[in-house]
């Protein structure tokens, strides 16, 4: 079953933008944040950014001033803007939701399936 389905990814060339989008399943209740992940070839996962169900976000260096997060964690969706892409953006985006672990940005309760971002030169 499918807990958190995200959607959005795709190619696109350097500078341009793709807006990511995720919703959890309904049997998934009483989040108190949800956020985004990525994972590129090699790497380990890696924080993007968060938003908690009182509208605090927070964003790793890498993104601030590029990547917008946004969404209504109160009904379990949640949004990524991504501007000003660049090849090093490319990876496997993961959506993610919090409910019991309050480590916001170092490990999420839910796990999404992955969408594919990848950036051209």
């Known amino acids: 079953q499918v807990q958190l389905a995200e959607s959005g990814g795709g190619l696109v060339q350097a500078g341009g933008s793709l807006r990511l989008s995720c919703v959890a399943s309904?049997?998934?209740?009483?989040?108190?944040?949800m956020g985004w992940y990525r994972q590129a070839p090699g790497n380990e996962r890696e924080f993007i950014a968060y938003i908690t169900a009182g509208g605090r976000t927070n964003y790793a260096d890498s993104v601030k001033g590029r990547f917008t997060i946004s969404g209504d964690v109160a009904n379990r969706t949640v949004f990524l803007q991504m501007d000003s892409l660049n090849p090093e953006d490319t990876a496997v985006y993961y959506c993610?939701?919090?409910?019991?672990?309050?480590?916001?940005?170092?490990?999420?309760?839910?796990w999404g399936q992955g969408t594919q971002v990848t950036v051209s030169s």
């Open positions: 993610a939701a919090n409910k019991y672990n309050y480590a916001y940005g170092q490990g999420a309760d839910y």
């Open positions: 309904r049997n998934i209740y009483g989040l108190n944040a």
